[in-house]
């Protein structure tokens, strides 16, 4: 992530600065069983350090995964997206200048449906820094969602290009890419990407069945 102010975070021997990178880390699994943790975990976080912006940022992101993949769901998916909405203008309020900041109030502001602020976070998002990885893959989200496959592609491929030979890409990699490909009609490269993710959840696995489907 990229593009953060000062008070984005505390000492880095904070007890909030593990959290934090445990955050990081499960974004590249995405997996259930450790959500409720890093939840929690970033919650007390907030607690102890009201101005860390890293962390309002991940925990609007932990929010998200309640949201639009049920995780750990605690109330509803509706308080799940206010808490995500909430939190993500917390972060955007203590660093204005954080793209992952802007990209997150971005999201919130699209699964929620307010087009106006989606519009306003993801460009400033964009003009604070173009090859934040974590900006352009979100956008990549938003943008598939929205029926803009090319758009799409080309934010999460300008994202891989920038993880230097890292093989190691988030789920969310490939299954928007995957998601473009089932668009398209390419069942084959649908059923490829999504066969190369260690762990799927419940909505990966039932575009990978479609996918079988499909392809006959």
Same mark, same amino acid.
């Given at each position: 992530l990229g593009g953060y102010e000062m008070r984005s975070s505390p000492n880095g021997t904070q007890p909030g600065h593990a959290c934090v990178a445990r955050a990081r880390a499960y974004r590249t699994t995405l997996a259930v069983a450790e959500h409720a943790a890093i939840r929690d975990c970033l919650e007390q976080t907030v607690r102890v350090y009201p101005d860390y912006a890293d962390a309002w940022v991940w925990l609007a992101s932990t929010y998200i995964d309640e949201y639009r993949f049920g995780y750990n769901l605690r109330e509803s998916h509706e308080v799940a997206l206010n808490r995500a909405g909430q939190a993500a203008k917390r972060a955007v309020q203590i660093a204005p200048f954080s793209a992952a900041a802007q990209a997150i109030t971005a999201l919130a502001a699209h699964l929620a449906g307010d087009? #106006?602020?989606y519009q306003l976070a993801?460009?400033?998002? $964009?003009?604070?820094?173009?090859?934040?990885?974590?900006v352009l893959r979100i956008l990549g989200s938003i943008n598939f969602a929205r029926g803009n496959y090319d758009y799409a592609l080309e934010f999460i491929e300008k994202a891989n290009s920038l993880v230097k030979g890292s093989p190691n890409l988030a789920p969310t990699d490939y %299954?928007?890419?995957?998601?473009?490909? %089932?668009?398209?009609?390419?069942?084959?490269k649908t059923i490829?990407? $999504?066969?190369? $993710? &260690?762990?799927?959840? %419940?909505?990966? #696995? &039932?575009f990978l069945a479609a996918a079988y489907a499909k392809s006959g």
């Open positions: 087009d #106006e602020l993801a460009g400033h998002a $964009l003009s604070i820094n173009p090859n934040d990885t974590r %299954f928007v890419t995957a998601l473009a490909s %089932f668009a398209k009609y390419d069942y084959s490829r990407l $999504l066969n190369n $993710l &260690a762990q799927r959840n %419940f909505l990966m #696995e &039932a």
